[in-house]
Structures are given as C-alpha cells and as structure tokens.
C-alpha cells in the first residue's frame, strides 16, 4: 500500500520538511517500564479465571500444577528465544518483522493480517469485557450483571486506553507501571492467605494429588491453551524494540526478570486456591477468585473484584499499547494502508494504528460472547510463535556470522519448537473442531488481498485520498525507523 504514499525520508521522491523526516518514535522504555510491559500484560484476567479450566481439562491438582510450571518453562524458552531476534534485528513489530526479515513478504503479510484484524484486537476485547464483568459486578452483587452495562464499560475501557496511549508513551507507560504493581499486590494477598491456610493444616486436598490425572494428547494441549493464556504477553517487549533504551541490555533482562516472577506467583496462587477449595468447588465457580475471596476473605472479597478489574484494565492497556504498534510496523512496511503507519506530530505516537485497534476492539465487543476466544487465540499465536522460532534456528544454523549481542542456546528454540508444533497439530488430531478449520481458512484468505494489493500493488484512487484526508484530520505525518 505503497504507492501514492506521502513522501518519505530517503525515497526519491521529494524530501518532507526537516521537522517531518525526523519524526520517530522516541525511546521512552526503561527497565522498569519494559518489566511492567511484560508481566503486567501477562498478568491479566486468566489467573483469576483459567484455573478452573486448566483443573477442568487435566483432572487433578498436581497435573494442573505441572501445567501451570511447563507453561512458565515454555514462555521463558519463548522469550530467550525472542530477546536474541530482538538484538540481532533492531526493529519493532514482534513476530511480523522477524518473518518479514527472515522467510519474505507473504508470510510477514498473512500474520499481519490476521494479527491485525482479529487476533489483537479480539484480545483487547476480551480482556475489556473481563474488566467489564468484573467492575459491573461490584454493582450487581448475588445476580448476574446486565450485558447492556457490561458492554458499555468494556467500550468505555477501551476508549479510555486509546485516550492515554494516544496521548503520551510515558502516559501510557506510567499507566502499566501502577497498575502492575497494584496487581502483583493483589496476588500477593491471595499467596498470603494460602501460606495462612497451609500453616493452620490444609494440606488435606493435595493428597492423592495425581488422582484422575487426564494424559490424552489433544486434552494436555488444550489445558496448555488455558494455562498460556495467563501467560500471553510474554513476547510483547518485542513489538516496542525501537522505543526501549538500550535494547541489547534491557530486552533480555527485563524478559528474565518478568517471566520467571510471573511463574512464581502463579503458582503459589494456584496452591493457595487448592488449599482454600476442594476440586468440585473449583470446578463449578463461576470466577475462581472470587470463591476464594468468599471462603477466605469474608466481607473483604470486594478487593477481588477491585483486584481483578484493575488486573484486567492493565493488562489490556499493555496489549493495546503493544498490538497498535503491531499494525503500525505492518502498515510502515507496506502491508496496510500509508495511514496506519503515521505518528502524530506533536505527541509522537502512532495514534492511527491504535484508533483502527480500537475501533475493532469495539466492533468485536458489540458483536457478542468470547467464550471461545482462549482456544481460537492460541491456536493462531503458537502457528506463528513457532514460525518465529523457525526462523531464529534458520539465522543461528545458516547465518551466524551475523552480530549479536545476545545469544541463546540452540536447544532451547529447538524445543520451543517442537512444543509449538504439538500445539497446534494435537488438538486438532485428538479433538478436532471446526473453529480450528475457520481459523485456517481466515489465515489463507489473506492470499485474495495480497497478490493484487501487495505484489501487484494495485492501489485504487480513494485510498491515497482517504490517506491524505485522514493525515490532516488526525494530525499526523510519515516516520522513519528508530534503529539507533
């Protein structure tokens, strides 16, 4: 969506002003903003939820914590793997850059297409609507909220994000920060009064811990689903590589800070909630810490409600933040439309990328239910997770003269790879389901739109006028890579 684009520094045609062919994105990310990026969007709705469907799918208390353990392994494994290709190819954009840079342009184009239109933006929908849920409840208590009310405050959630992310990257940063260490207070809580009944002697429940231990194929990959569903996030650094400071430095090291104490606090809340429930309570709660708050924290339960609405609003602000930066990169290369690859003049964010995700986002929340969006979501990550992967073990075998300042051990992205492809092929041998096929199918349409539009770069009239339109409404001009 190349031609007819606005002139841009260093192409032949006309060179743009001094203050335009400056313009970048600036590098506002430290360590402690980069930690709070990683883990307070992986520190999401899913602890407070997806236990139960771990439990649900595995069958017992020691498997779901062996799940739960695997799943902080295997994100870790991701990372490292990600924090070499995040020092080796210095640009934003995640896993789209990385398959650009290493397999071409219609791999690059069809993760950007369905990243861009589905999978992010549902992501940010979904954990709207656990915030909504959640917020509408404290309102509602003993009945089910109204969907009208829920609704709204998950459409007012997300235009609040895209308020403070298009303002200001510090805003939107300072946002995560607070919010991160309000949440790991809140699972603090939950820790601690699971360390209390410990001690007072309800260690009964985890005997027999193995019992009713599920080990079909399809059933271990489905419950890996739920558990990484808490664990999503963990590459999102790599969607921000050219606003971080110093990213050879601080990529790998906020990513081995994050994840591992992420891990831990996983799993001691999911001891702390066997040792608050019986499994048959666990199953049929509705919200997990919730119960917990019940039996527990008595008439203080309301600060899990607060807890995982605040857990919620965070963690999709560090998905939003990193899934506009997605359609931006992917817009900035040629694959979406000029305007989408924009940054506002004088606040210097990409503020078109995050309306278009936003205005997806609430499309999807209006539409309906995300009952099935866990399953549909990791399938589609881990295909291209291990795509990603792929391509690092192709630069380390094929290319390793190329620098790097950081390198991982070639076992561990071997690994990660053959988890990733278990992932994808074991649900769909052992339980095969027709959503699994439509998300195939989505993924391949992409083809229909890149042949004619990217190869042939067919661009039709009103596009380079909605473009130039829409750059002075919005305030917005062509960038440049930061790759200092």
């Known amino acids: 969506m190349g031609k007819g684009r606005p002139s841009r520094p260093g192409s032949a045609n006309p060179q743009p002003s001094t203050a335009t062919e400056m313009l970048k994105l600036k590098r506002e990310i430290g360590l402690a903003s980069a930690v709070s990026l990683i883990a307070g969007t992986m520190i999401g709705s899913g602890i407070f939820m997806s236990p139960e469907w771990v439990l649900r799918n595995i069958g017992s208390l020691a498997g779901s914590l062996i799940i739960w353990a695997s799943c902080g392994i295997l994100s870790t494994f991701g990372a490292l793997s990600y924090a070499e290709l995040g020092t080796l190819i210095k640009e934003s954009g995640g896993e789209y850059i990385y398959i650009l840079r290493t397999f071409g342009s219609l791999p690059a184009f069809l993760f950007a297409f369905t990243s861009v239109i589905v999978v992010r933006p549902a992501g940010v929908a979904a954990i709207s609507l656990s915030f909504a849920e959640y917020t509408v409840a404290a309102f509602h208590p003993g009945c089910p909220s109204p969907q009208v009310a829920v609704k709204c405050a998950a459409v007012a959630c997300i235009l609040l994000l895209t308020l403070i992310n298009c303002l200001s990257v510090r805003l939107a940063t ?169 940054a506002h003049i004088r606040y210097l964010t990409p503020s078109p990328a995050l309306i278009f995700t936003s205005a997806v986002s609430i499309i999807m929340v209006i539409a309906g239910s995300f009952s099935q969006i ?69 993924i391949s349409s992409g083809i229909i739109f890149y042949f004619p539009l990217i190869h042939y770069k067919y661009h039709p009239t009103f596009l380079r006028k909605f473009t130039m339109h829409f750059q002075l409404f919005l305030e917005v001009a062509p960038t440049e890579k930061n790759a200092d």
């Not at 809580?189 to 002697?201: K, R």
């Not at 790097?404 to 990660?416: A, G, L």
Request: aromatic content about 14%; hydrophobic content about 55%.
């Open 174 to 342: 300072s946002v995560m920060n607070v919010f991160t260490v309000a949440k790991l207070l809140a699972l603090l809580v939950i820790v601690v009064g699971g360390v209390v009944l410990l001690v007072q002697g309800e260690t009964h429940r985890f005997q027999n811990a193995f019992q009713n231990t599920r080990l079909e194929a399809g059933v271990i990959g489905i419950a890996f689903y739920q558990g990484l569903w808490s664990f999503d996030g963990w590459n999102n650094l790599n969607y921000v590589t050219e606003e971080i400071k110093k990213p050879e430095v601080n990529l790998p090291r906020a990513m081995m800070i994050a994840i591992p104490l992420v891990t831990c606090f996983y799993l001691l809340v999911n001891v702390s909630y066997f040792a608050a429930m019986t499994p048959a309570e666990l199953l049929s709660s509705g919200a997990v810490a919730i119960t917990w708050g019940n039996k527990v924290l008595g008439s203080w339960v309301w600060l899990m409600s607060l807890s995982v609405a605040m857990s919620s609003f965070g963690s999709a602000n560090g998905t939003f933040f990193s899934g506009g930066r997605m359609c931006y990169i992917a817009a900035r290369e040629g694959h979406m439309p000029d305007i989408l690859s924009m």
């Open 374 to 442: 866990v399953n549909l979501f990791s399938f589609t990550a881990w295909l291209f997770y291990g795509t990603t992967v792929a391509g690092l073990l192709y630069l380390k075998i094929k290319k390793p003269e190329l620098p790097r300042s950081y390198k991982v051990p070639i076992i561990i992205p071997v690994v990660f790879l053959m988890a990733s492809i278990y992932l994808v092929l074991a649900p769909i041998i052992d339980q095969p389901q027709m959503e699994f096929l439509y998300v195939i199918l989505f």
